[in-house]
């Protein structure tokens, strides 16, 4: 049975509570540097690193003082293989800077997030 998947118009509308963070995985390249095509079994794997959108403040430890995230928007971390809440952010628009040549602006596809806690990601890579 597939989990429930919430969908929201726009990365605003979510605001992580306590200790949630909002990442982004990364996705998997369909294309090697060369251009050989890979297939789909070598690509629908989810890549176990996400760079973080947004956190909550922190949650509260048992004498009430809010203990600080380890991460921040726009680190990179890596993920373990299971967990977090996925969301998926649909009918996003892209800037205005690139308008069709109707006048319209074009719709992105959707972005899959996903809601883990800080203490369920296992490190923050620093390159």
């Not at 373990?80 to 009918?91: A, E, F, R, T």
């Amino acid at each position: 049975m597939a989990a429930a998947q919430a969908t929201f118009k726009s990365i605003k509308a979510v605001v992580p509570l306590l200790d949630r963070v909002l990442v982004r995985r990364f996705k998997p390249e369909t294309k090697t540097a060369s251009g050989v095509i890979l297939p789909s079994s070598a690509t629908n794997q989810p890549i176990p690193e996400a760079t973080v959108i947004a956190t909550g403040p922190g949650a509260p430890d048992q004498s009430g003082n809010i203990r600080p995230m380890n991460v921040k928007p726009g680190d990179r971390v890596l993920l373990p293989g299971w967990g977090g809440s996925p969301i998926k952010l649909g009918d996003e628009v892209s800037p205005a800077s690139r308008w069709a040549a109707d006048g319209r602006l074009p719709r992105l596809r959707a972005q899959e997030y996903f809601l883990f806690r800080d203490s369920e990601i296992l490190a923050k890579i620093q390159e």
